[in-house]
């Protein structure tokens, strides 16, 4: 009976710590520094390139909001000499899809908002 006691107690302090380092850590990623990538879909996805970096989320997020205006402004002149109009397709605060054309078939450019810790390039050869 005693060892139940212990267990049920062991518990309650495992879940009590995860709740504090859940807490502590979940908004620490709005805090951090944002960086800006682009990737050139012609039409398929090239590489990322870091764009930029900002003090936050929020910066960053500000930053898509203007390329998607502009974004949705612009005209394109195709390879045959057609203008067509692009459009923007905006998934989340963090993302946006801006395509030279009516579809994805006519490529486009790719921006995301990253933490400063995540590299959409994948991990570094050693």
């Not at 267990?7 to 960086?35: E, F």
């Not at 390879?79 to 054309?101: F, I, M, N, P, Q």
Request: aromatic share 8%; with cysteine.
């Amino acid at each position: 009976m005693n060892n139940q006691k212990w267990y049920g107690h062991r518990w309650c302090t495992v879940i009590a710590t995860l709740c504090g380092v859940l807490a502590v850590a979940g908004p620490a990623g709005a805090d951090c520094a944002w960086v800006l990538w682009s990737q050139v879909h012609d039409p398929k996805p090239g590489g990322w390139v870091l764009q930029t970096a900002f003090p936050n989320v929020g910066a960053c997020t500000k930053a898509l909001d203007q390329r998607e205006k502009e974004g949705r402004k612009a005209i394109y002149v195709t390879e045959g000499g057609a203008k067509v109009k692009g459009l923007t397709d905006r998934r989340a605060s963090t993302d946006l899809l801006l395509l030279y054309g009516s579809d994805a078939s006519s490529g486009g450019v790719a921006w995301q908002c990253f933490p400063e810790t995540v590299d959409p390039r994948g991990p570094k050869a050693k």
